[in-house]
């Protein structure tokens, strides 16, 4: 149970430094007026737990927790 607890204590923490990240990326985007596509916590190489769009913007929650991205419009994927 101790080892159950650890490791939902580091996907706690670890999210909550994912989303601090990306919300950086996500507030310099808005600040300089750019259109954001995506804004996702965790990956979603095939489907999404969970999205919603709200205007321009799809927000969602990936499957894999490896970390998470912000799509910029313009900004091509390499």
Partial sequence: M??????AQLLLSLSILVLLHEFGHYIAARIFKTRVEK????FNPWFSVFKFKKGDTEYGLG????GGYVKIAGIIDE
């Fill in 39 to 42: 804004f996702y916590l965790f």
């Fill in 2 to 7: 101790e080892t159950f607890i650890r490791i």
């Fill in 63 to 66: 499957w894999l927790p490896l």
